[in-house]
């Protein structure tokens, strides 16, 4: 595979982890066109790559995966490889309406694999997530381990990896199959807990924390995740496998809030513990010796450096965030957690 990937198609590529990804690649890979297909839904935001929007190895496609029509014509182009993103991503969300994420993330996945399978790609890279795990009980789930997702968003995306892993089975699509665990980083929607956490602290505004705060994740700097799906995406012989990608670094929810406050100097007066989430995982962890062992892949940015950075961030980006949280977002904030 090594340099046979001349054009690419990434779906969700306006999202957090897919426009980190873009940014990645163009700079990595200067002389491969890439295709952005991205149905901007509340969490696509052409902002997230203006930098790069005038590239000409860059081409955005406003559409849904879930349209046979819009996709299958950018595979009639010919395409060296897919890096599937695009899907509904927030757990909280599933849990009010799960139909979106059924429509997204498994049927959009299976209009994305008929295409692949009808017009040839080299690789298929299914962004998959350490959530189809469910708990981890005692240690640390390893890629062969059993899937039992909690959430309807999980569910969505067991179908999905799994869906990807038949077309490698029955169709021999050259697929392969990321799970990792939560990034942070620049660009992430603040629903999600750090960019929530740190751009209502920049306003003062309470930390609002599920339960008694002790759910635990493994977190991980979003260009660690990047360089992983590079990885991935350009090793051989590695058709219908499936790779954990994590970083060992597990903090709980009031852990994380803390280290928030502290280093932003605010007082921990503001933690507000809310209502627990219906099915909450007490803790998603993943076992990463298969990446580490078979592609040599290892984090490199630690949890503190990635948080001051990610905070340095938000801090020179608040024009980004403040215009995200005065539109749709306020409105879901204020009914999900009954905080203003
Ligand atoms: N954020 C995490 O911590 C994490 C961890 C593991 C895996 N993942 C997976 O990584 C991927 C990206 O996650 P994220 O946090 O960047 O998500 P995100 O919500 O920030 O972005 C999702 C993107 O997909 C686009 N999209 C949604 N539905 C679409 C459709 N029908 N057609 C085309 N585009 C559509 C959105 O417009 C948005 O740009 C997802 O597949 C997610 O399941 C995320």
Request: hydrophobic fraction near 35%.
């Amino acid at each position: 595979m090594s340099n046979s990937i001349k054009k690419i198609l990434i779906t969700g590529g306006l999202g957090f982890i897919g426009s980190n990804f873009v940014r990645y690649f163009i700079n990595k890979y200067p002389d491969c066109q890439i295709i952005n297909l991205d149905k901007i839904t509340y969490a696509g935001n052409p902002d997230n790559l203006l930098d790069i929007q005038d590239n000409p190895n860059y081409q955005f496609v406003k559409g849904d995966i879930t349209d046979a029509k819009t996709v299958n014509p950018l595979f009639e182009q010919g395409l060296d490889a897919v890096v599937n993103f695009a899907a509904e991503t927030h757990v909280d969300r599933s849990i009010d309406d799960a139909s979106q994420f059924i429509m997204t993330d498994v049927y959009g996945t299976y209009v994305l694999l008929e295409a692949a399978r009808k017009f040839g790609v080299k690789r298929f890279v299914q962004i998959s997530t350490d959530e189809v795990y469910g708990e981890a009980v005692a240690v640390p789930c390893k890629e062969a381990d059993t899937l039992m997702p909690k959430s309807p968003y999980a569910a969505s995306k067991a179908g999905a990896d799994r869906l990807v892993y038949s077309y490698y089975t029955t169709y021999n699509l050259p697929a392969v199959i990321t799970r990792c665990s939560n990034n942070f980083g620049a660009y992430q929607y603040p629903e999600k807990l750090i960019s929530l956490l740190i751009t209502n602290l920049l306003e003062d505004k309470p930390l609002p924390i599920y339960g008694d705060g002790k759910n635990k994740r493994d977190w991980i700097y979003v260009t660690d995740h990047c360089r992983a799906l590079d990885m991935v995406l350009h090793a051989d012989n590695i058709e219908g496998e499936v790779f954990n990608v994590g970083s060992q670094c597990e903090y709980d929810n009031l852990s994380i809030a803390k280290t928030i406050l502290d280093l932003l100097g605010k007082p921990h007066d503001l933690i507000t513990f809310v209502g627990d989430r219906a099915g909450h995982v007490k803790r998603h962890a993943v076992n990463t010796d298969k990446i580490k062992n078979e592609l040599g892949w290892t984090p490199e940015t630690d949890f503190q450096t990635g948080m001051q950075k990610t905070i340095n961030w938000y801090k020179e980006n608040t024009k980004w965030w403040r215009k995200i949280k005065t539109c749709e977002y306020m409105e879901y904030y204020r009914t999900h957690y009954n905080l203003k």
